[in-house]
């Protein structure tokens, strides 16, 4: 996981200037449709908990709790 930190750290550094082409990289290339579904709850309301999201993605709270720590969602979360 060090390795995707680095990338993605470089990522945020390269594409700073354009948050909307690292956004489409990051979902492209670290991302599955449970993390996007996951992303996109987050985006509608920032304050969702991770029980309200499990209930919509049909995810444990635990992996969601999980995939929400990912680095590439994390970082998406905060580039919106």
Not at 60 to 69: G, L, N, Q
């Amino acid at each position: 996981s060090a390795y995707l930190l680095k990338y993605l750290s470089f990522f945020n550094k390269l594409f700073t200037f354009n948050k909307e082409l690292l956004y489409y990289l990051l979902k492209e290339v670290f991302m599955d449709n449970i993390d996007t579904a996951i992303l996109d709850c987050l985006k509608e309301n920032g304050r969702v908990t991770a029980s309200e999201i499990s209930k919509k993605v049909k995810l444990s709270i635990p992996a969601v709790a999980e995939r929400i720590r990912k680095p590439s969602i994390s970082m998406l979360s905060a580039v919106r």
